[in-house]
């Protein structure tokens, strides 16, 4: 699923007016997955909080809350680009012009890890 996004995702900014470079097009697609992956890791983690009624979210600074999901998004960052690199995103490439894949707009790609996020905070704030 994220291998499919991460193509789109190159797909749709090479579509754009604007003409990037290669290294600024990957840069963009990792950023985006990035994004997508931790928003995906504050939902279970708002849900695994709420399901064990635990307070760490009361007791817990908002400083060691920022720190943690920066430091999370820097793990996941450094991940995805040692993953989608070289003989990989050849395998994607390939796998992509098979299955035809087509361009999204940009603006569609990047609500995806918003609504995911703000599905979180409903999470949060219900029960």
């Given at each position: 699923m994220f291998e499919q996004l991460f193509y789109k995702?190159?797909?749709?900014y090479k579509a754009q007016p604007k003409k990037r470079k290669h290294r600024q097009l990957m840069s963009?697609?990792?950023?985006?997955?990035?994004?997508?992956?931790?928003?995906?890791?504050?939902?279970?983690?708002?849900?695994?909080?709420?399901?064990?009624?635990s307070s760490f979210l009361l007791y817990a600074s908002i400083y060691e809350k920022?720190?943690?999901?920066?430091?999370?998004?820097?793990?996941?960052?450094?991940?995805?680009?040692?993953?989608?690199?070289?003989?990989?995103?050849?395998?994607?490439?390939?796998?992509?012009?098979?299955?035809?894949?087509?361009?999204?707009?940009?603006?569609?790609?990047w609500s995806i890890p918003a609504v995911i996020i703000f599905l979180g905070f409903i999470l949060l704030k219900a029960a």
């Open positions: 995702t190159i797909l749709s963009l697609a990792t950023t985006y997955i990035t994004a997508l992956q931790l928003s995906f890791i504050c939902v279970v983690f708002i849900v695994l909080i709420k399901a064990t009624n920022v720190f943690y999901v920066v430091l999370a998004g820097i793990v996941i960052y450094i991940f995805n680009v040692l993953y989608f690199n070289g003989k990989r995103m050849l395998q994607i490439k390939n796998r992509a012009i098979k299955e035809n894949t087509k361009p999204t707009e940009v603006w569609k790609l």
